[in-house]
């Protein structure tokens, strides 16, 4: 691998992948439409809701693991609808079961079902105990360098702080933070949740994220295969203008073609 793919490649838990977004697998209309949207993201990583989706858990229901297989994409079995540490846990260890001993995962811990915002001090909990337990957690988080850090320091292979609430559309609305987290943290960082469009993407990679996790701003478009498309591309150009790096702010003119030497 050369050092130009090196730049554009994402490594979570020692293993390397292409692409740095990350999808979900809900909200869709149909298995079809998954497997579509998932193919034209490019993306090699796919979100499943374990208590949401059928893996396997009833072999009676269409299996969302026949729309995106594993054998071509890293499933990430995630706790959407935990509320506390211990049904987290427990999620995460069927998921392993159904599986076949999968040790990458993503955990979030809600905090209530308005926000949707994280419950940091069960996240803590279930992220010290899933470590303990042999996973390779991925995190979400609230956009805290504190709480990024002691997630960090308990063992997780990314912290995946939110840009704004789950399925708002609202962008990075504070990316102080963000910034703060990405400059202190040796783990990956990979926005989680508030993404709505292809800008909000490019920015996320722009201001030096290692990755972006979204699904509704997919799934919920007019035409989620296009918006699947316009997300890779912004995902690549966001990083291609963070590795080049963006011209200073100024609060004057620069003009763009030099006036030294120039006939009078």
């Known amino acids: 691998m050369n050092d130009l793919n090196q730049d554009?490649?994402?490594?979570?838990?020692?293993?390397?992948?292409?692409?740095?977004?990350?999808?979900?697998?809900?909200?869709?209309?149909?298995?079809?439409e998954t497997r579509l949207a998932t193919e034209a993201s490019g993306a090699e990583i796919i979100?499943?809701?374990?208590?949401?989706?059928?893996?396997?858990?009833?072999?009676?229901?269409?299996n969302l693991l026949d729309a995106v297989p594993p054998s071509k994409y890293t499933i990430l079995p995630n706790t959407a609808g935990c509320y506390n540490a211990k049904d987290a846990v427990y999620t995460l260890q069927l998921a392993r079961e159904l599986l076949n001993?999968?040790?990458?995962?993503?955990l979030e811990v809600l905090g209530d079902e308005k926000?949707?915002?994280?419950?940091?001090?069960?996240?803590?909990?279930?992220?010290?105990?899933?470590v303990k337990d042999g996973f390779d957690v991925m995190v979400y988080c609230s956009d805290d360098p504190i709480q990024a850090k002691m997630l960090e320091?308990?063992?997780?292979?990314a912290v995946m702080p939110?840009?704004?609430?789950?399925?708002?559309?609202?962008?990075?609305?504070n990316p102080w933070n963000l910034s703060l987290i990405i400059e202190q943290t040796k783990v990956p960082v990979l926005v989680d949740a508030g993404v709505g469009t292809a800008s909000d993407a490019a920015i996320a990679m722009e201001l030096g994220c290692d990755g972006v996790l979204m699904n509704t701003a997919i799934a919920g478009a007019r035409d989620p295969i296009r918006m699947a498309r316009a997300m890779k591309l912004a995902i690549e150009a966001g990083r291609e203008a963070y590795l080049a790096g963006r011209i200073p702010k100024r609060f004057a003119a620069s003009p763009s073609s030099p006036m030294a030497g120039r006939a009078t």
């Open 8 to 32: 554009h490649c994402l490594t979570i838990a020692g293993i390397t992948y292409r692409s740095r977004l990350l999808v979900g697998s809900g909200k869709y209309k149909d298995l079809d």
């Open 47 to 62: 979100t499943v809701a374990i208590r949401r989706v059928n893996i396997g858990q009833d072999p009676n229901a269409p």
């Open 101 to 106: 001993g999968h040790k990458l995962v993503k």
């Open 115 to 130: 926000t949707l915002f994280p419950n940091m001090p069960e996240t803590l909990k279930a992220a010290e105990t899933l």
């Open 153 to 157: 320091e308990i063992g997780c292979v």
């Open 162 to 173: 939110l840009a704004s609430l789950i399925g708002s559309g609202m962008g990075i609305l």
